[in-house]
């Protein structure tokens, strides 16, 4: 497999583009400093999840009898609640406060739902697994796709820095549009994701 069949892999599973609306969401009201502090906390916090599962990942899951749909349908119902609250008005910040309130900024948001599932992703974890298989990769090639999955998270980091300069152009009244919009774009993703995992167990049964 190339560099550039594993960075599209890493690309689509990781989703950059996908994580702004949840950026966007759990960062309404906060300071440009403190979006840059949770668009880099995000991205660390996800960088060490997707690390822990390339090095450790076939082991939890072989250890563990874990499958693939598995997987996917705990990431798909996770996230669907978040669009749940992205589209009533009530985004989480991970302390379980509401938009606005004095807890913003405590950098809770950065670890769920931006770090875990929104970047780390059920999909995202067991891609990492599969594209560094001990039985068909050799180590120099499991470093090649950890350099491409750094490369994807920094796209994704870029493009969360990104969202303060947006922000400041629609506006808090734009970002709740935006949020709700996007919490049924989010939604829909997220029950995607569970029937594809449903049609594999059903295919597979």
């Known amino acids: 497999m190339t560099i550039f069949e594993q960075f599209v892999i890493l690309w689509v599973v990781i989703d950059p583009i996908g994580t702004i609306p949840v950026f966007v969401a759990v960062t309404a009201g906060q300071a440009p400093e403190a979006l840059r502090r949770t668009a880099f906390q995000a991205a660390g ?12 990942g076939q082991f939890l899951i072989d250890a563990l009898g874990i499958s693939l749909p598995a997987f996917q349908i705990a990431g798909g119902l996770i996230l669907f609640a978040f669009a749940f ?8 910040n991970g302390s379980g406060a509401t938009s606005g309130g004095p ?9 769920f739902p931006l770090a875990v599932p929104s970047i780390a992703s059920p999909g995202a974890m067991l891609a990492i697994v599969l594209l ?11 470093a090649v796709t950890a350099a491409v999955m750094l490369a994807v998270l920094g796209c994704a980091l870029v493009l969360m820095l990104l969202a ?21 774009v989010l939604a829909a993703v997220a ?3 569970v029937i594809e995992a449903v049609r594999v167990l059903v295919l597979e049964g």
């Open 164 to 184: 303060g300069p947006i922000l400041r152009v629609i506006r808090a009244s734009g970002a709740a549009i935006v949020s709700r919009v996007m919490g049924m």
């Open 85 to 92: 609250t992205m589209i009533f008005g009530q985004p989480m």
């Open 132 to 142: 560094t298989d001990n039985n068909r990769f050799s180590v120099p090639e499991q």
């Open 45 to 56: 916090v996800a960088a060490l999840v997707l690390g822990f599962f390339l090095v450790f």
């Open 191 to 193: 029950v995607d994701n």
């Open 103 to 111: 807890e913003r900024g405590d950098g809770m948001p950065a670890i």
